[in-house]
């Protein structure tokens, strides 16, 4: 019921992750759509020679009776003991292009994308691998759930999911098996650099004592970026060749290119076929390197080339707006509330839910019932045990739908039946009161701050490593 504002249907899946927290892993196994089955591994003490059994003689797969000169499909990559296809990739390239051309995303060449593309397959590929030998399984109950969720977040049924999907040109199916990876590799990242980021004491007193001595003004900055990436254990002649990768993409931009498509074009972050396009971002959440260097720049100027662990930075700051500073002693409404909440499900429909909350919403009015009792009875939230008693909310606690419902009640009021993405409530407004935002929230805060920092890097990091450790062999079918 806390705040999980919803965003692209990509956004949602980590969303949804975030909300299934806790929820044990079942028996079925996630499967990428459409893969060709893995080569058969070769013998345990040479894992090396695995990949390169599974494709030693096939430049193509054929069909029974069919010559063997007649090839259906090739191979694009071969990662570690499972292979990637040319008809995988070339149905990946075809619905990033669609995407990238409804977000009027500058397309960069052909080789360049495919190359960009197939990369960023093989880090997918590599981490769903992990996650299989780690056990990470989302089933079929868990998928149709987190499917259902943002459907309802999209303000649409399940089947204008998939009519919209498939109108784009994805079949369902294949939709389907794209969000459990999804979930799959949030999932595996939650429990390999999540779950391991540590914020001490000592750094959230250092954060809350640098904000108090900020400046009167602190400015929020979208910003675009070029990354290319330097490998694990780089030599120093690769370190040598990417840094001259770098530098030809400025030399290009400082001659007019446009950001957009070189970030397609070259770089290796995440976001490169989004055009680099990372958006806004507080300066304090920056690592300080890039936020240095950014506060310096002016709209429209771009960063001089800056090395992390990773790689290789170029930024551009798109825009910069102010922010106006926290007050020492902000005053903020706090609203002390309790709800009913019935979830539903296949056998409790929206229509059963909303009725059943009208009888004892009729109940409480002719003072036949206790809210509180009502609540143990038949609330299916965590806070029955309590009569539906939530605590004090700051504003942004709960979803949207139910803050606004609230919002609208007086003290000891109760609310119709109200919708959200975890089914229907009914909400009672106990009291209401206008205080300091409490040092706890402000540490809270901070350490919010510095755990969002320390992740960027973290999982940028932690994606090479996968990435560098995978054993990958390219396949040239034009030979």
């Known amino acids: 019921m806390r705040n999980a504002s919803m965003h692209p249907i990509k956004v949602a899946v980590v969303l949804l992750c975030a909300l299934a927290a806790g929820t044990p892993a079942l028996a079925q196994d996630a499967k990428p759509a459409d893969k060709p089955a893995a080569a058969a591994p070769a013998a345990a003490a040479q894992p090396a020679a695995a990949p390169q059994a599974a494709a030693a003689s096939a430049k193509g797969f054929t069909q029974p009776g069919q010559s063997s000169n007649t090839p259906i499909d090739s191979i694009a990559v071969i990662v570690n003991d499972e292979v990637i296809t040319r008809r995988e990739l070339n149905q990946r390239v075809q619905t990033i292009v669609r995407r990238m051309q409804s977000q009027k995303v500058q397309l960069p060449e052909q080789a360049d994308l ?48 998939r009519n919209s999907m498939e109108k784009e040109g994805t079949t369902f199916p294949a939709f ?17 650099v999540d779950n391991k980021i540590q914020i001490s004491e000592a750094e959230v007193d250092a954060f809350v004592q640098a904000e108090k001595a900020a400046a009167a003004e602190q400015f929020e900055l979208n910003i675009s970026q ?6 694990e254990n780089a030599s120093p002649d ?49 690592p300080p390197l890039f936020a240095e260097a950014l506060n310096k720049l002016k709209p429209g100027q771009l960063t001089p080339i800056m090395r992390s662990v990773g790689g290789f930075h170029i930024l551009k700051l798109m825009d910069k707006r102010s922010v106006a500073e926290a007050q020492a002693a902000e005053t903020v409404q706090q609203t002390h509330a309790r709800h009913i909440l019935i979830k539903v499900t296949p056998t409790v429909s929206a229509a059963d839910a909303k009725r059943k909350l009208l009888e004892l919403k009729e109940r409480l009015d002719n003072k036949a019932a206790k809210f509180e ?19 004090w909310l700051y504003p942004g606690d709960t979803v949207p739908e139910f803050e606004q419902a609230m919002n609208a009640l007086k003290p000891g009021q109760v609310s119709e039946p109200v919708e959200s993405s975890f089914g229907y409530h009914l909400i009672e407004v106990l009291e209401r009161k206008s205080d300091d935002v409490s040092k706890e929230k402000k540490r809270a805060e901070a350490r919010n701050a510095l755990r969002e920092r320390k992740l960027v890097e973290a999982i ?20």
């Open 114 to 161: 495919e190359r960009q593309i197939l990369e960023r397959m093989i880090v997918e590929r590599a981490q769903l691998q992990l996650a299989k030998e780690m056990g990470v399984r989302v089933d079929d109950q868990m998928l149709d759930r987190a499917i259902g969720r943002i459907a309802e977040q999209q303000k649409m049924t399940v089947q204008d999911l």
């Open 176 to 192: 389907r098996e794209e969000i459990r990876e999804e979930i799959i590799m949030q999932r595996l990242r939650e429990h390999e």
């Open 226 to 231: 070029i990354m290319v990436r330097i490998p």
């Open 238 to 286: 690769v370190i040598a060749q990417r840094q001259k990768r770098a530098e030809e993409v400025m030399r290009q931009l400082r001659t007019g290119a446009d950001f957009t498509k070189m970030a397609a074009t070259y770089s290796d972050a995440t976001d490169a076929l989004q055009g680099g396009v990372v958006g806004w971002r507080q300066s304090d959440r920056l």
């Open 373 to 391: 009792d009502l609540a143990r009875l038949v609330s299916n939230d965590g806070s029955a045990a309590k009569g539906g008693d939530l605590g």
């Open 460 to 479: 940028d990091d932690w994606q090479r490593q996968v990435r560098d450790r995978a054993y990958v062999e390219f396949r040239d079918d034009s030979k």
